[in-house]
């Protein structure tokens, strides 16, 4: 229950944001995709949390939430399969925008130096096999897919005003995306109160940023993706 009420709050915020966005630019919005994005939410937090709880563990032995992951990423990728979306539209290609590279693999360089930074600053204690492995695979592969594939994608639909800064066309999908995906770390709903970390929040909402650039940039989800992946691995590798 408490995860149901806790996506309910993450959704009426995105309709009442995205809704208040579209008000003040009727011509450039389209509510129907910013109902779209809004049922994504839902599906992938359902899948996420194996239908909050109904679905029996078939991993039992693990502790990481492989199989919530591996749902969401099998339902990402069949969305983003579907005609309305397209694989290469939403990034899901190994392909780069022409020219991309000689912009983007400096940002990911100075990305990845920042998170080596603070992993030799904080390193912390042992891991097991099983978290060095989840932390190397999943939160790239299952998230990258998903809020800068497929809901990006479709917050980019509902929003189509575009502003040119840094070589790409931003849009309120970007910011949209970003934002849930903080909310998503940062948002939750527990003994009865909803409950809210701006430091949580300030340090995934932000940094998405730079993986939404860089899949503007490159057309492609593979930089974004080994970027998650090293941020989150590096801490536990040292």
Request: proline share 5%; glycine share 10%; net charge neutral.
């Amino acid at each position: 229950m408490n995860g149901l009420i806790g996506i309910s709050g993450v959704v009426l915020l995105l309709l009442l944001v995205g809704g208040l966005i579209g008000i003040q630019d009727r011509d450039r919005f389209n509510p129907r995709w910013l109902l779209i994005a809004a049922l994504l939410v839902v599906i992938n937090d359902m899948l996420l949390t194996r239908f909050y709880g109904a679905m029996p563990n078939l991993l039992p032995d693990l502790d990481r939430n492989w199989q919530g992951k591996l749902l969401a990423l099998a339902a990402t990728l069949a969305i983003a399969a579907l005609p309305m979306f397209g694989w290469r539209r939403v990034g899901l290609t190994l392909k780069q925008a022409p020219g991309s590279l000689k912009a983007a693999l400096p940002v990911l360089a100075l990305y990845c130096a920042f998170f080596l930074g603070i992993a030799v600053a904080f390193s912390g204690g042992p891991m097991s096999s099983e978290e060095i492995a989840f932390q190397l695979t999943m939160p790239g592969l299952e998230e990258e897919p998903f809020y800068r594939g497929i809901l990006l994608f479709a917050l980019y639909q509902a929003f189509a005003g575009r502003v040119r800064f840094l070589g790409v066309e931003w849009g309120w999908g970007a910011i949209l995306s970003c934002l849930l995906f903080g909310m998503a770390h940062a948002f939750g709903f527990s003994d009865g109160q909803f409950s809210f970390d701006p430091f949580v929040m300030a340090m995934t909402a932000i940094p998405s940023l730079i993986g939404v650039w860089l899949m503007l940039r490159t057309g492609s989800l593979l930089l974004p993706i080994a970027m998650h992946n090293f941020g989150n691995a590096i801490s536990i590798l040292l």
